[in-house]
């Protein structure tokens, strides 16, 4: 899984077999930086501390996010199977729209 922020939509006039109705989202994923060593457990972030990634990931959303939120993606025909009762051509899906989350850098090199 993956989290990452939400940066837009994408839209096309014409979509494959089984696409029809889905809402696809361009998510950019959190990248993780090296924080200084501290002693102690490590040092807590939350997203919004974070880098994202140049990279682009498109992900189904039934669940209604939005640019400028962050989300939990998931890959893989289990994970689409759990979340669609059909089976349309997808491997990302958002599984859950994040309101809070701490990483712990600590182990981060």
């Not at 096309?12 to 994923?29: N, T």
């Not at 998931?74 to 990483?103: E, H, M, N």
Request: with cysteine; aromatic share 4%.
């Amino acid at each position: 899984m993956v989290l990452g922020k939400v940066i837009g939509s994408v839209w096309g006039a014409k979509q494959a077999a089984g696409l029809e109705g889905l809402k696809l989202l361009q998510v950019r994923p959190i990248q993780l930086r090296p924080a200084p060593r501290r002693r102690g457990s490590g040092t807590r972030l939350t997203p919004e501390d974070c880098d994202l990634s140049p990279q682009i990931v498109v992900a189904a959303d039934t669940l209604g996010a939005g640019p400028g939120e962050y989300v939990l993606v998931g890959f893989g025909s289990r994970v689409r199977d759990i979340v669609y009762d059909t089976r349309p051509p997808i491997k990302a899906v958002v599984v859950a729209i994040v309101d809070s989350a701490d990483i712990d850098v600590g182990d981060v090199r």
